[in-house]
């Protein structure tokens, strides 16, 4: 049975974009030559969840324009 590699971490809920930044840093530290993959597909989860996130609040400011 092949085990799975498991990291816990202690981050600062309040200080959240430099504890993420601190975690895909350490994470690169151990995939030495993929980072530019990794970074890539974060890019691209990143990319995706800002736009429906965006296209909620276009959603939210176009429905209370409407509203009398």
Same mark, same amino acid.
């Given at each position: %049975? +092949?085990?799975?590699?498991? *990291? #816990? %971490?202690?981050? &600062? =809920?309040?200080?959240?974009? @430099? #504890? $993420? !930044?601190? !975690?895909?840093?350490? %994470?690169?530290?151990?995939?030495?030559?993929? @980072?530019? +993959?990794?970074?890539?597909?974060? &890019?691209?989860? *990143?990319? &995706?969840?800002?736009?429906?996130?965006? $296209?909620? !609040? @276009?959603? !939210?400011?176009?429905? =209370? #324009? @409407? $509203?009398?």
């Amino acid at each position: %049975m +092949e085990s799975t590699p498991k *990291i #816990e %971490m202690l981050v &600062d =809920a309040l200080n959240p974009v @430099e #504890e $993420s !930044v601190n !975690v895909i840093t350490y %994470m690169l530290t151990l995939h030495p030559g993929r @980072e530019i +993959e990794i970074l890539q597909q974060i &890019d691209q989860k *990143i990319g &995706d969840t800002l736009v429906t996130l965006q $296209s909620k !609040v @276009e959603q !939210v400011v176009k429905q =209370a #324009e @409407e $509203s009398p």
